[in-house]
């Protein structure tokens, strides 16, 4: 990796040299960014700067460079298997099916890392990208135009996340979280968080379980005798008494359809809902009413 050594230098010295070429660019709404390389001086670097959890760049016609710098003020922490509280972050990139003109990378202590290449018309769309930071550890997003006489077709697009929880790794090309630590039940204190901080929380039996070879995931499909939250429109339907939806999990947990209803909690990454803990109901009630009891729970949910 010298010659990414070098280049990086070599981005340092254009950021402090003035406008001339490398400009720095805040976004309205703070969590997303839309431009053009066509206002871009060729071999110039634009800085941008965002602060949400997540939110999208589209970057039309890509000249030149960009060097993204996320800061977000991070939602709180969901509790299922493999958490930790060592204050590690992790974002994941996920690439519009589209993605034209340029390469991605990650930039840490100096080095680039490649993320995402230019893409060709006949290569398959590219994968979710995830990467960690621990607290203090600067890193950033660098994205660098490919040469091309034809850019008018050309957009470098890509939603991003950042969480400080363990699921946001559910949805990894690498899966660096050890499939038994993964998939591993939860435990009484952590389904009671779950319940409080999760994305969704709903209540239902598992129709049936297929392989999402694109993720490399299980989609477990649900019908939900009562949706309790649920922070999108996950579950839907038009019976009063069931709704449908899909969650998301490891491969390796190997979850298969079988009797009995289940308390399912977990986070929604780009629009998808991912496993947290999912106990069997009637295992959740009596962690519940104990915890109750004793004047234990973190929150209150209307338990039948």
Request: aromatic share 8%; net charge positive; glycine share 8%.
């Given at each position: 990796m010298p010659a990414f050594g070098v280049w990086i230098n070599a981005i340092w010295?254009?950021?402090f040299t003035g406008c001339d070429l490398a400009c720095s660019s805040y976004s309205e709404d703070q969590c997303?960014?839309?431009g053009s390389g066509l206002s871009q001086q060729q071999g110039s670097v634009e800085q941008i700067f965002l602060h949400c959890s997540e939110g999208t760049l589209d970057w039309l016609y890509p000249k030149g460079a960009l060097r993204l710098s996320l800061s977000p003020r991070l939602p709180s922490v969901a509790v299922g298997p493999g958490g930790s509280s060592?204050?590690?972050?992790?974002?994941?990139?996920?690439?519009?099916?589209?993605?034209?003109?340029?390469?991605?990378?990650?930039?840490?202590d100096g080095v680039l890392e490649l993320l995402i290449s230019d893409r060709l018309e006949s290569s398959p769309p590219p994968r979710v990208r995830c990467f960690s930071r621990l607290p203090g550890?600067?890193?950033?997003?660098?994205?660098?135009?490919?040469?091309?006489?034809d850019i008018s077709r050309r957009i470098a697009s890509f939603r991003y996340e950042l969480r400080g929880d363990w699921t946001a790794r559910l949805s990894l090309d690498n899966n660096p979280i050890s499939s038994e630590?993964?998939?591993?039940?939860c435990n009484n204190t952590e389904i009671l968080m779950a319940v409080c901080t999760s994305d969704f929380v709903v209540r239902g039996n598992i129709r049936s379980v297929v392989e999402d070879d694109n993720l490399r995931a299980a989609v477990i499909k649900v019908s939900a005798t009562r949706v309790f939250r649920q922070k999108y429109a996950l579950f839907t339907g038009n019976s009063r008494l069931s709704s449908?939806?899909?969650?998301?999990?490891?491969?390796?947990?190997?979850?298969?359809?079988?009797p009995g209803s289940f308390l399912f909690t977990g986070r929604v990454h780009f629009g998808e809902a991912w496993?947290?803990?999912?106990?069997?109901?009637?295992?959740?009630q009596r962690a519940y009413?104990?915890?109750?009891a004793a004047q234990q729970i973190p929150c209150e949910l209307p338990v039948d």
């Open positions: 010295i254009l950021l997303s960014w839309r060592s204050g590690l972050i992790t974002a994941c990139v996920k690439p519009s099916e589209h993605f034209h003109g340029a390469q991605l990378y990650l930039e840490r550890e600067r890193v950033a997003l660098f994205l660098q135009a490919t040469p091309h006489q630590e993964a998939c591993r039940p449908r939806g899909e969650v998301r999990t490891l491969l390796q947990c190997g979850v298969k359809p079988g496993l947290g803990c999912a106990p069997r109901y009637k295992d959740f009413m104990a915890a109750k």
